[in-house]
């Protein structure tokens, strides 16, 4: 049985009022129908029939500093952003409120609620939140593989409430797109370890949700986890050039040309990491999706001018 849309307006003012979230929308279960094996909502809660997702946007002052130890090796301010922006205050606010929201959903249906754990805090592992933000009609993908709200761009984080309840699901995103990687070339050109790689249709990713046609980049994850792991500036320091690192490398890795870049285009500029990290950002934090040039670049909290990378 659906339930009525009185039900799910309910949800979402509760939600938005009580549960101190920013956006909200619902799945139907019929959205997820591509979801790789063990990744399926059923595979978290058997019955599942909605899954609500809910948003919150990042502080602009946690994201500033990032830019703060990227661009003014203001190492000490590393804490900041994990603190507020991710797996500190962030996602324990959307613990909190995936807690919330499916007690009052139980309460007001009768039906079993699952919440999911905003990324990496108490190690379950966790169906695609960004997949789900898709599905749920509050987000768009963009080049890199990032869920993009049209309000904060990639700055925000999601939970997912899986729900045994019917509920209607909420219109996808048919906004202005917010991604066009033919004409922006932002998330490409500050990839240091081009992990994502300039837009190529060859390189693109297709597939849809709930038959709205999406398509990312060939994400290399192994390129990623060399910068969220290896790049940190004090490498440099260690005795041994970086520049020779990547210039000789081992006999087994083949693809040096592109890494000798990420030295003369990031070390020089101090764009380095100054800490392993499970993070590097730089896709996620200069996207100009989400008024990036207008909240960051204009105000001052960042100085990288990354319009060079955007044709008109
Ligand atoms: S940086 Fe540009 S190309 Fe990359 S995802 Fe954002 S809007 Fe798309
Ligand atoms: S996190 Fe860093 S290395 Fe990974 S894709 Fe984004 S910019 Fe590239």
Redesign the pocket.
């Known amino acids: 049985m659906i339930h009525p849309s009185e039900t799910k307006q309910q949800i979402k003012d509760f939600a938005l009022a009580h549960a101190k979230i920013d956006k909200i929308g619902v799945a139907g279960i019929e959205r997820f129908n591509g979801a790789p094996e063990g990744y399926h909502p059923t595979d978290f809660l058997p019955g599942c029939k909605s899954a609500i997702v809910c948003a919150i946007r990042l502080p602009d002052g946690a994201v500033q500093a990032v830019y703060r130890m990227l661009e003014d090796r203001r190492l000490h301010l590393h804490g900041i952003y994990p603190a507020y922006g991710y797996t500190g205050a962030a996602n324990y606010t959307l613990l909190f409120a995936a807690m919330r929201i499916a007690r009052f959903v139980e309460r007001l249906t009768g039906e079993a609620c699952a919440p999911i754990p905003a990324g990496p805090t108490h190690g379950a592992k966790t169906m695609s939140l960004r997949h789900s933000a898709v599905a749920a009609g509050i987000a768009e993908f963009?080049?890199?593989g990032?869920a993009?709200t049209p309000e904060f761009g990639t700055r925000n984080r999601f939970c997912v409430i899986l729900t045994t309840a019917e509920l209607e699901s909420d219109p996808l995103y048919d906004g202005p797109p917010?991604?066009?990687?033919v004409k922006?070339?932002?998330?490409?050109a500050m990839c240091p370890t081009n992990a994502i790689g300039k837009?190529d249709p060859k390189r693109a990713r297709s597939f849809d949700v709930g038959g709205k046609p999406c398509e990312y980049s060939m994400f290399d994850g192994n390129r990623c986890k060399m910068a969220t792991s290896g790049m940190f500036a004090e490498f440099n320091d260690s005795g041994r050039d970086l520049y020779d690192v990547f210039a000789n490398p081992h006999p087994i890795h083949t693809e040096a040309d592109g890494l000798q870049a990420f030295y003369y285009t990031h070390m020089n500029n101090n764009f380095f990491m100054h800490a392993t990290s499970w993070k590097c950002g730089y896709?996620m934090m200069?996207?100009?999706?989400g008024n990036w040039k207008e909240r960051f670049f204009d105000t001052g909290l960042s100085k990288i001018d990354t319009r060079k990378y955007i044709k008109d």
């Open positions: 963009g080049w890199h990032l993009m917010l991604c066009d990687p922006c070339g932002v998330c490409a837009y896709c200069y996207c100009p999706a």
